[in-house]
């Protein structure tokens, strides 16, 4: 699995709403923390065991299975692509 | 409950546009060019804007490219981190325009399939100016939607738009029913479809989403009054969006100032950030406390929040009824009405807006 952001779409730090935004055309979606720290490293590049080593360097008790979870959810809702 | 911030601003930059599509939903009594907003005037709009949360402007209009301006307005909206759409006919878009614009999207609207049906909903010819700018955005880089507005004289002509749009190099298709406002409201009898019309659209959409899967992103707006079911309007009064007029008057929604005792807010003359969270008119329909029977005890009224008021007023002369076009609404006779007389003729020539 290398997930990757949508064609178009890009992660921006709102600061006056003090929140992270995936950015679309026609739609902007308000991100939790978690999905904007994981989105963050969807660069199409990193697989998935690559986004958690990275996540891990940052937060405690990270699990894989989890992550995984977490990427399907946003697929689902389309806010991420998974290859 | 507490008011969330309005997360998208559409910026009507100018009412003038070298079109005249008789389906605009640009208000009947259009503003003169001299009581536009100046540069500077927009430039602080935006960075209100992005101060209250704002992360998406749509520039717009009229023709947005018809202010000589736009290369700084975007500019502006860039340097304070908003994401622009800029939403054009396409008319004056050259790849040296463009280059001078600080945008992240564009959407293209497109009148009908051919060059001749075009021409007739838009009183001009302009097809050749739509390629060329859909090729420009192509070459920059940059997203592409392309823009369909569907009535009685082009919804037949579906499955030929989603091939343009192909040939375009679209990445998203609106394909998007009439909503009547404006001069659309005034050209109804001429602009419904029938239901037959409707079905047929419908099945061909839907082919078409299949066939497009993964390459072209379809986004299909129903006909609310055939229906029966209302759109969310907005997604909630004053929950996410805001609109600025060319005159700088902030509405709830682009067709709220029909509404004729809305007291209109002006940039003017109020900070952005009390017209969102203190004016009257903001707070009008804001939640679901303004709602009436059948829509507030209905298990719908998070889904639709009751449908449109503006459309409600117009059917009604009520903006706080339920909105006729539900099949639920006491006024829905008066929907069917207009779809009954659009059955059997249609209406006389079209009024095209001027400007
Ligand atoms: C008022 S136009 C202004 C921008 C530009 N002149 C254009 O037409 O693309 C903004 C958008 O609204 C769409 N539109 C205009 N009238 C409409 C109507 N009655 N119902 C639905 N969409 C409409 C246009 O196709 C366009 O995408
Ligand atoms: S819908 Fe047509 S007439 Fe209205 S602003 Fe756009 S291009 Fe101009
Ligand atoms: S009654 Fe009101 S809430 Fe229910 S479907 Fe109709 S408009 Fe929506």
Request: proline residues 6%; hydrophobic residues 40%; aromatic residues 6%.
């Given at each position: 699995?290398?997930?990757?952001?949508?064609?178009?779409?890009?992660?921006?730090?709102?600061?006056?709403?003090?929140?992270?935004?995936?950015?679309?055309?026609?739609?902007?979606?308000?991100?939790?923390?978690?999905?904007?720290?994981?989105?963050?490293?969807?660069?199409?590049?990193?697989?998935?065991?690559?986004?958690?080593?990275?996540?891990?360097?940052?937060?405690?008790?990270?699990?894989?299975?989890?992550?995984?979870?977490?990427?399907?959810?946003?697929?689902?809702?389309?806010?991420?692509?998974?290859? | 409950?507490?008011?969330?911030?309005?997360?998208?601003?559409?910026?009507?930059?100018?009412?003038?546009?070298?079109?005249?599509?008789?389906?605009?939903?640009?208000?009947?009594?259009?503003?003169?060019?001299?009581?536009?907003?100046?540069?500077?005037?927009?430039?602080?709009?935006?960075?209100?804007?992005?101060?209250?949360?704002?992360?998406?402007?749509?520039?717009?209009?009229?023709?947005?490219?018809?202010?000589?301006?736009?290369?700084?307005?975007?500019?502006?909206?860039?340097?304070?981190?908003?994401?622009?759409?800029?939403?054009?006919?396409?008319?004056?878009?050259?790849?040296?325009?463009?280059?001078?614009?600080?945008?992240?999207?564009?959407?293209?609207?497109?009148?009908?399939?051919?060059?001749?049906?075009?021409?007739?909903?838009?009183?001009?010819?302009?097809?050749?100016?739509?390629?060329?700018?859909?090729?420009?955005?192509?070459?920059?880089?940059?997203?592409?939607?392309?823009?369909?507005?569907?009535?009685?004289?082009?919804?037949?002509?579906?499955?030929?738009?989603?091939?343009?749009?192909?040939?375009?190099?679209?990445?998203?298709?609106?394909?998007?029913?009439?909503?009547?406002?404006?001069?659309?409201?005034?050209?109804?009898?001429?602009?419904?479809?029938?239901?037959?019309?409707?079905?047929?659209?419908?099945?061909?959409?839907?082919?078409?989403?299949?066939?497009?899967?993964?390459?072209?992103?379809?986004?299909?707006?129903?006909?609310?009054?055939?229906?029966?079911?209302?759109?969310?309007c907005m997604?909630?009064w004053g929950r996410?969006q805001l609109t600025?007029?060319?005159?700088?008057?902030v509405l709830p929604c682009?067709?709220a100032?029909?509404?004729?005792?809305l007291?209109?807010?002006?940039?003017?003359?109020?900070?952005?950030?009390?017209?969102?969270?203190?004016s009257?008119s903001f707070?009008r329909f804001r939640?679901?406390?303004?709602?009436?029977?059948?829509?507030?005890?209905?298990?719908?009224?998070?889904?639709?929040?009751?449908?449109?008021r503006?459309?409600?007023?117009?059917?009604?002369?009520?903006?706080?009824?339920?909105?006729?076009?539900?099949?639920?609404?006491?006024?829905?006779?008066?929907?069917?009405?207009?779809?009954?007389?659009?059955?059997?003729?249609?209406?006389?020539?079209?009024?095209?807006?001027?400007?």
């Amino acid at each position: 699995m290398t997930p990757h952001l949508p064609p178009h779409a890009s992660l921006r730090w709102n600061p006056a709403r003090g929140e992270w935004l995936l950015m679309m055309p026609e739609e902007v979606v308000v991100l939790n923390e978690t999905a904007a720290s994981v989105l963050a490293l969807c660069d199409g590049r990193r697989g998935l065991a690559a986004i958690v080593s990275e996540l891990e360097t940052e937060y405690e008790g990270v699990e894989e299975a989890q992550v995984e979870e977490l990427l399907r959810g946003l697929a689902g809702q389309r806010l991420v692509e998974l290859r | 409950m507490t008011i969330p911030a309005p997360l998208g601003m559409l910026a009507e930059l100018t009412h003038s546009c070298p079109l005249h599509c008789a389906y605009c939903s640009n208000p009947v009594e259009l503003v003169a060019g001299t009581d536009e907003l100046s540069t500077a005037g927009w430039v602080s709009v935006f960075a209100a804007a992005a101060a209250l949360g704002v992360a998406q402007v749509h520039l717009s209009g009229g023709e947005p490219l018809r202010r000589r301006d736009l290369p700084e307005l975007s500019a502006a909206c860039r340097e304070r981190g908003l994401y622009t759409n800029l939403i054009t006919s396409g008319v004056g878009l050259t790849g040296e325009r463009l280059a001078a614009l600080a945008v992240d999207h564009v959407q293209l609207s497109v009148q009908d399939a051919d060059p001749e049906g075009a021409a007739r909903i838009s009183a001009t010819r302009t097809w050749r100016q739509k390629l060329a700018a859909a090729r420009v955005v192509k070459e920059r880089g940059l997203p592409l939607t392309v823009n369909v507005v569907l009535h009685r004289h082009n919804v037949d002509h579906v499955e030929s738009l989603v091939a343009l749009a192909e040939r375009m190099g679209a990445d998203r298709l609106e394909l998007a029913h009439t909503q009547y406002y404006g001069w659309a409201l005034r050209n109804r009898d001429w602009l419904l479809a029938t239901a037959a019309q409707v079905r047929a659209a419908d099945a061909v959409v839907r082919a078409a989403a299949a066939r497009l899967a993964g390459r072209i992103e379809l986004a299909y707006v129903s006909p609310d009054l055939h229906t029966g079911w209302p759109k969310p309007c907005m997604d909630g009064w004053g929950r996410r969006q805001l609109t600025v007029t060319p005159s700088g008057n902030v509405l709830p929604c682009p067709v709220a100032d029909l509404l004729p005792d809305l007291t209109v807010e002006n940039v003017r003359y109020r900070p952005l950030r009390a017209i969102w969270y203190e004016s009257e008119s903001f707070n009008r329909f804001r939640g679901t406390d303004w709602m009436r029977e059948p829509c507030r005890s209905c298990p719908r009224r998070d889904v639709d929040l009751g449908g449109c008021r503006c459309q409600a007023y117009q059917f009604t002369g009520d903006a706080a009824v339920t909105d006729p076009a539900c099949r639920y609404s006491p006024h829905r006779p008066l929907v069917e009405a207009v779809l009954g007389a659009a059955e059997r003729s249609v209406g006389g020539p079209p009024g095209h807006r001027r400007r």
